[in-house]
């Protein structure tokens, strides 16, 4: 990393830059208002890998069903993947209800990085962000979008992941200075967001542009390097929409742990690499009656793309595991987006 220029006004330019137009979002509290920090905390763990656009109706849902931590901590389970069903990355659910429960019983959430970090679900960042922008805590919270800026500034070029450490001391020294953290911590992820963007960055207008090294040496657009995505393996999967005389549809919870731990789903195969024939994916069908192929989804995970093919029965079901809902409710339950899908399709293939 350059020698930083110490005698550069970090802060000013930047907050000046952020009062003029910060982004409006549900959960950032009004200048001159107090931070929530339940609204703080939920937010940032709904925008773990998830984009602002797509977090603020499940947000604004969520928050409407549990308004206080209070009010999440006393959901069941159920009700709490309900909310969440169509966010992904399941576990945050999970976790998400049980740090609610853990800082119920403390009284509150703690006020100091090492107590947040305890609570189930918060990691460094998290921890970071709800501490600065809550309580105020002299800490830079670093997410891909401070990563960008302080890799850019400091013409940090060093490939991703290993470059952490380096990124990490850069944006500590940008907020040395310790004026209006919560501001200051935001106004980066503003930064990041709308003006030192992943491709084409606004160069000319960004309040940062004096002392950006890497705007100086003409390659700030090629920061940070990142190490090559290898592809993603696929997988293949078979699923079943078992409908009984009375319309009721056989459904089924996934094991607490792992993938989608306590989701909701249509019964069928185990996901594998090679395809399901027919003859081989009925062997886990949860009905011996005519099954009709209406087609296949493919969904992406973070590290594989499955395949689901989707098949359609009438009959009572022989499945010692499971339960039935009414046919026309079976999107209220806690589906996963990949079941969504399914039952979107089967929607759209056998109601024409």
């Not at 999440?72 to 999970?94: F, N, P, T």
């Not at 049980?98 to 609570?119: H, M, N, Q, S, T």
């Not at 989701?263 to 003859?279: N, S, V, Y």
Request: charged fraction near 20%; include cysteine.
């Amino acid at each position: 990393m350059p020698a930083p220029d110490f005698l550069f006004d970090w802060s000013t330019p930047l907050l000046d830059w952020y009062d003029r137009s910060r982004r409006r979002m549900p959960w950032r509290a009004l200048p001159g208002e107090a931070a929530d920090p339940y609204r703080v905390w939920l937010s940032e763990i709904m925008l773990q890998q998830t984009t602002v656009a797509a977090v603020i109706p499940y947000y604004e849902k969520f928050l409407s069903r549990f308004p206080d931590v209070a009010a999440l901590g006393a959901a069941e389970s159920d009700a709490v993947m309900r909310a969440w069903a169509g966010l992904g990355y399941y576990a945050r659910a999970r976790n998400l209800h049980a740090c609610a429960k853990a800082v119920v019983a403390l009284g509150g959430f703690p006020r100091d990085i090492e107590g947040l970090r305890a609570l189930p679900g918060i990691g460094a960042y998290t921890a970071a962000a709800v501490g600065a922008i809550a309580f105020g805590l002299e800490v830079v919270p670093v997410d891909g979008n401070v990563e960008r800026v302080v890799s850019r500034v400091f013409a940090i070029e060093g490939v991703l992941p290993g470059s952490k450490p380096e990124i990490r001391a850069g944006a500590a020294l940008l907020g040395a200075s310790g004026v209006r953290p919560a501001d200051f911590a935001q106004a980066l992820f503003d930064l990041g967001a709308t003006i030192c963007t992943p491709r084409n960055p606004a160069c000319a207008i960004c309040p940062w542009r004096a002392p950006c090294v890497g705007q100086a040496r003409g390659i700030a657009a090629e920061l940070p390097r990142k190490a090559a995505k290898k592809a993603r393996p696929l997988r293949h999967g078979a699923v079943f929409w078992l409908q009984d005389d009375a319309g009721r549809v056989l459904l089924r919870r996934r094991a607490a742990k792992g993938l989608l731990g306590g989701m909701i789903e249509l019964p069928g195969t185990a996901w594998r690499a090679e395809p399901w024939a027919f003859d081989e994916a009925q062997a886990a069908a949860p009905a011996a009656v005519a099954w009709r192929h209406i087609g296949q989804v493919e969904h992406g995970f973070t590290h594989f793309t499955l395949h689901l093919d989707v098949y359609v029965g009438q009959g009572a079901s022989n499945a010692a595991e499971g339960f039935l809902v009414d046919g026309a409710a079976v999107e209220g339950e806690a589906l996963p987006s990949v079941m969504s899908k399914c039952v979107r399709l089967i929607r759209e293939r056998t109601t024409r």
